[in-house]
């Protein structure tokens, strides 16, 4: 049977259907197996919105615009929103709908999760631990249930520098964690995380280790596979190029660099992290749900499939990979930004903390200030500043440390592939241009991120080249720079001080 012959009138439910993953997910779906039955959507409740609105609102973005064009209504037609909650028992969901998923719903898709590094870790368990054995529970009640994928993080084994395709135990047991989150105060549970913890840098790595346990515990119960994606980044090309709908790992960096607002990190810049573009994780994702469906595994072979989607071998140091997004900047600059774009690495601390004062503190007062000053509305630097500062530290221990993921299935699903679906499932990346596509995925994230006007890419790279010559002939001469500038005769933006990096 072929993937798009198995996913034919057949019912899925996604959870995390509104995040990244979720949507490119349910965009490959529908679009590469038009005959798919329903797409269930778990999706919270909004104050003043019907689920007709939920489906518009999820899909309002450009993402989509591709099965718009060629097959209009088709999205609206299959998506199936239900209203519950991942952090509620029994999804939050109620009677009526429960029991249509156990009816109708043989695919599940769980997706959902709360991936910020520094939440709470009572929230954390709730929603990544309970909410995983909320899904595992309706799925043992569904009567057509062919399969449930989990999905994981391939940073979830962060404290192994060599993470294999298979489950480690935890350092604890997922149904204490859950116990001690439902039933501990919540000041005293924040007290008490770092205990927690124990070597895990994060509340998202060990929760999510967590609820590998559960997946793992229900092998012989129901078809399950785990999938550990690395950093998902842009979209390769599937549907379009360079799609991105949030700043979260590289992408985000770079776009601060490119804005100014960022001119040193701290990071290793030789450590090589391993990134994955989210329609090659897409792809393969629903291949594994599509073997694992078609495989019966025998007692002998008690485990679960996992896999590590991993790139490993196309994957590009810290500092190749900023020196890539850099040059792409300088031929696709913004049109405002604080200060021309650059940027270094350091492992020390002091020299990070002093230099991010400086540099980019500093400067963030002194424009709030002068643009209160002159009365022109704007965004505040400083708070911005603030959150980049306490994101790098988040970031710190995965920017200062490698790992090798083993990815032999993840790779070894390609050659299961079968040759009619080749065409819309292939994921085989050995041929990428690691250049162009980090020049697509920079291009994209000033289109989807900022809404980059096209028209104005003449103007700004004649202002970054008026940059670099006035700094070189003009020296510090304070006002000349600022004439050139156009300081009086254009609104007061970032310009003025992006030419003041020498002064």
């Known amino acids: 049977m072929s993937i798009q012959d198995f996913f034919k009138g057949r019912n899925v439910l996604v959870t995390g259907a509104t995040g990244f993953m979720g949507k490119v997910l349910i965009e490959k779906l529908v679009r590469s197996c038009p005959e798919i039955g329903k797409i269930c959507l778990l999706v919270r409740h909004k104050k003043g919105k019907d689920k007709n609105s939920r489906i518009k609102e999820i899909l309002d973005v450009k993402l989509f615009d591709t099965i718009k064009e060629q097959k209009p209504g088709l999205m609206e037609e299959k998506l199936y929103p239900v209203l519950g909650d991942m952090t509620e028992l029994r999804l939050g969901l109620s009677d009526e709908d429960y029991s249509f998923l156990v009816e109708n719903v043989s695919v599940v898709f769980h997706v959902a999760a709360s991936v910020r590094f520094d939440e709470p870790i009572r929230d954390a368990t709730i929603m990544n631990v309970r909410g995983t054995r909320e899904v595992v529970q309706l799925a043992k009640q569904m009567k057509h249930l062919k399969v449930l994928l989990h999905v994981s993080t391939a940073y979830c084994n962060c404290i192994r520098e060599h993470v294999e395709e298979k489950v480690y135990e935890s350092p604890i047991g ?88 960022v001119r040193i990190t701290y990071g290793e810049k030789s450590i090589v992290p391993d990134y994955m573009a989210v329609d090659i994780s897409i792809k393969s994702m629903i291949v594994a749900a599509w073997h694992r469906s078609k495989s019966n595994l025998s007692e002998k072979e008690n485990y679960v499939p996992v896999y590590n989607s991993a790139s490993v071998s196309k994957s590009v140091s810290n500092e190749q990979l900023l020196d890539l997004g850099m040059k792409v900047l300088e031929q696709y600059p913004f049109d405002e930004m604080m200060w021309r774009p650059t940027i270094k690495f350091t492992t020390c601390f002091y020299y990070y903390y002093i230099s991010t004062i400086v540099g ?49 299935n993840f790779l070894g699903l390609i050659d299961k592939i079968p040759d009619v679906d080749r065409k819309e499932f292939d994921y085989d990346f050995k041929d990428v241009d690691i250049a162009e596509f980090m020049k697509n995925a920079t291009i994209g994230s000033q289109k989807y991120l900022f809404n980059v006007d096209e028209t104005k890419l003449p103007f700004a790279r004649k202002l970054l080249n008026r940059t670099i010559g006035s700094l070189k002939s003009e020296g510090t001469n304070l006002i000349v720079i600022l004439k050139r500038a156009g300081y009086g005769q254009r609104p007061i933006g970032y310009r003025p001080l992006l030419y003041m990096n020498k002064i």
């Open 174 to 261: 997922w149904r204490e964690a859950i116990s001690i989150a439902e039933n501990l105060d919540p000041t005293m549970s924040s007290i008490l995380t770092k205990k927690f913890l124990g070597s895990f840098p994060n509340t998202y790595t060990l929760t999510k280790l967590l609820a590998e346990q559960i997946i793992n515990e229900e092998r012989n119960n129901i078809p399950v596979v785990i999938f550990r994606p690395s950093i998902v980044i842009s979209s390769l090309n599937d549907p379009i190029k360079g799609w991105i709908d949030n700043f979260n790992g590289p992408i985000g960096l770079m776009m601060a660099c490119g804005k100014g607002i």
């Open 360 to 408: 980019q503190v500093f400067p963030a007062i002194f424009f709030d200030a002068f643009l209160d000053l002159i009365g022109k509305p704007h965004k505040r630097l400083l708070p911005l500043q603030q959150k980049i500062y306490v994101v790098t530290m988040a970031l710190s221990y995965f920017t200062t440390k490698s790992w090798k993921f083993d990815n032999s």
